[in-house]
């Protein structure tokens, strides 16, 4: 599903320029659960900024479904970008002014969709993230879990192919941890949902098919 | 969306309270100004636009300065010898007569006119026939109908004017309105007129006392028009200089271009227009500028939810959208809280400028405009965060924990150095016009307005007033008097074809200043003899004197007195030279003025009250003077100082006013100061916690906060400077005694500025330097 050929990216610095990928060439089929791994400043979460179309590459190729990333416009790639992916955040970024509900239902409203729509689907996943009860409270409300359940919950009501999580679970205690990875597994099994997470916790790497290692801006 | 946009929007406003206020009330009275100078500026345009014809109507005006005097025979003429014109109309001033209806009895002001005065200039007529062709007949207004009638049919009856001449009600016209140049509380028939006076019956092409309209065909184009009655005047009559041409004055220009100079219209009034849009726009700028400021400064914290929103979906255009519904809320918050202000404002205004504006009388073109100048101010307003904010990269924002918008100091402190150039350029303004006014105000003018009482000459007091003045004497009310045609404040009469001793070819053509005067003009007003006598009795009637610069433009051989003077066909002897007296206005520079002894061209007398008397019992004894001539006449009087002083009402108006945007732009400034303060303070709080632990004082973090605001006010005082000077230097030009534009006004301005913007940033930055600093280092 996702394909990436000879994907460098780097920072110019003074005179010379900051590599922070290095010709990486990655495939993620459809239905994979993968971790990336790597130490601090290895370049995964630029890597995962790239899947996620919030960064550009500096070079190479990027295929969505077959499709060149690299050559779209700007509006398709919007399009892509609210259709099709989902993001998962370490320090959750819900937003304070808006209630639990209005958080997540506002990639939809982004997308344009019909309010009675936006209503019914806001509505089944609240229901079931078992947070009906909280809809109206503002994240500072809620516990860092809970947070990061309506950060997923909003990743997840667009409804899209892949969700890529950025240490989803860094800002968390285990109990916690445990259950959102436990969450995520599921969307993989039962809901066919592509997931790529970084990570740096190997228990947390556990849960997914593949571990993909970065060190120094290439795949190791 | 929208729906959703504005909740946000309206959950950051309460979030953030005490910027929405500050924002608020700084755009609030930000558009009251502008609104108030727009309603203003509308009713200046919308002078005489009622007329139906306003359009094809001009008036006819002479020679380089655009005189509005012409001869009587001039209209007959046009309306004979040119077809192109439709139609003339010739009115007389305005002035007031005292109208009778059983014992009802007023003195209003009201004009001749030929009969189809109300064809050309469409009033509506509320009853009656529009044509004043009778002689007997008299047109009132509404009001004055009202007044003399009450609820009776007014048309038909008849209305003694001056006691003597009854009249009949012809037709009652609506009252013209405010923005109507022609300003009357009746009108009578040129018929009467020519009755009445000689010189109309006289018809002479060389006397100058009435206006004179045309009104053109819609297919007519009047440069044809101007070109083919130029010379007219004459070619009419040799007497009339070549120099005096005529021009066409179209009816869209006499309110706001009503000055003209070598022969081109070329400003008057438009220029005060001009400089209240300017001002309206820049305090309204002002407000703008703190919005965007106030705005920017929660960057920061707007962020993070800019690249959230980013991050989940939302492209730039969307997130524009959001900021400008926000600053679209805020500005109709404001702009409600603006029409409040400005309902609470316009009576204070109106006093200010003599004008009656009404919000509920406010035309649609002002709703209009108050609807697209908010749009305008909201996209000014929201622009920047819009775009700024919009700009950011997500990943930046999500990133870390906190995110560091750099360089963005920068344009707010711009930002804040261009909202005080604007103050401090108002405070130079307000302090060199008010320096000019009490200059002006206090010019020798030549003579002592004090204790000198106007009283118009009519009826019985007309006949006898010298009679009328030795009773006033004799009562012990006035020490001395003497008649002039009109009040010196408002002498404007001029003459030429003088003929003097040495005069050389083409000097008949110079205008004199005119003002007749009795016995003891001179000791009346406490004028200052340079040479001669004051008029001492009748005897005098063919003497003369002549002020300085009349002597000096006559370049008259030494002994002046005793020389002759030829003036309107008489030879007469100079017998005093009077110091140079202002008898216009002080600024205009000292004119030759000629004071023939003239009993006959009598208006007004002016008497000087009686020292050792109150002026109110002074009044009292006077009145009853005048009763014992006039009983049926009210007792009106003018204080001649007063009535100089008003000559400068247009400056202090512009004064007042300016004194007033000053004051709030300096308002709404330090309004986005101390919002800017509370963000800074706010922003900085960890670092005034550790500088305190480190072991700084109050004082010490004070100034550290306060720097920051201090260096775009100190910028602002350089670059507002020059502007203002040069801006200061041009207005002064009207002005031929003017003050210089002393160091000290920039330094005073500045001061000014600088310590009113230290108070309020202040309040704040000691607030924050006294606070517990290990509260601040636990909230991080």
Known sequence: ?220 | MIKNYLKIAWRNLWRNRVFSSINMAGLGIGMAVSFTLILYVLFQFSYDDFHKNNRYIYQLKVGDDGGANTPVPLGPFLQKSTPEIKEVIRTSYPTPHLLKVGDKSLKLSGFYADPTFLEVFTFPIIKGQAKLTEENSIILTESTARKLFGNAEPVGQIVNVDIHRPLIVTAVVKDPPRNSTFQFSYLASWALFRSMELWVRNEEWGNFGVNTFVQLPPAVDPAVVERKIRNVLHEQSAVIPATSYLLLHGMSKWRLYSEIKGGKITGGEIASVRLFALLGLGILLIACVNFMNLSTAQSERRAREVGVRKAVGANRKMLIGQFMSESMLLVMISLILALLLMWGMLPTFNTLTGSSLKLSQAPLSFWLAIIILALFTAAISGSYPAFVLSAFKPIKVLKGGLVEVRGNSRPRQVLVMFQFTLAIILIIVTIVIYRQISFIRNQPIGYDPKGLVDVQLEGKVYENYDAFLQEAIRSGAAVNGSVLMSPITNAGASMWALKWPGQLAGEENINFGVVTATEHFISTFGLTLKEGRDFLSAGDSLSLMLNETAVKTMHLKEPVLGQQVRINGQDRTIVGIVKDFVWMKSYMPASPVVIPFNPSWRGSITMKLNPQLSVSECLQRIEKVYHSFNPDYPFEYTFVDETYKRKYAYEQVLGALINVFATLAIIISCLGLLGLSVFAAARRKKEIGIRKVLGAGIAQVTVLLSKEFLKPVLIAILVASPIAWYVMMKWLENYTYRISMDWWIYLLAGMIAIVIALLTVSIQSVKAASMNPVKALRTE
Do not use: C, W
């Open chain 1, 1 to 220: 599903m996702i394909q990436l050929k000879h994907i460098s990216k780097h920072y110019p610095v003074g005179f010379g320029k900051n590599e922070i990928l290095r010709d990486i060439d990655l495939r993620i089929f459809e239905g994979e659960f993968v971790s990336i791994m790597g130490p601090s400043g290895s370049g995964k979460s630029t890597l995962l900024h790239i899947l996620g179309l919030l960064e550009e590459p500096s070079q190479g190729e990027y295929l969505f479904d077959g499709e060149p990333v690299h050559k779209m416009n700007e509006k398709k790639r919007t399009q892509l970008h609210r259709g099709a992916i989902g993001f998962v955040f370490q320090a959750y970024h819900l937003i304070d002014e808006l209630t639990v509900y209005e958080n997540i239902e506002t990639p939809l409203l982004y997308k344009n969709m019909p309010a009675a729509e936006r209503k019914s689907r806001v509505a089944d996943i609240l229901d079931r993230f078992n947070i009906v009860a909280k809809k109206d409270l503002f994240p500072n409300q809620l516990s860092g879990g809970q947070q990061q359940l309506v950060g997923i919950a909003r990743a997840l009501v667009g409804e899209p192919k892949v969700i890529l999580a950025d240490e989803p679970t860094g800002n968390l205690h285990s109990d916690q941890a445990k259950e959102i990875m436990e969450l995520f597994k599921q969307l993989n099994e039962k809901d066919k949902i592509t997931i790529v997470q970084v990570t740096h916790s190997e228990l947390n790497a556990t849960y997914g098919h593949r571990i993909i290692q970065i060190r120094d801006g290439k795949i190791a």
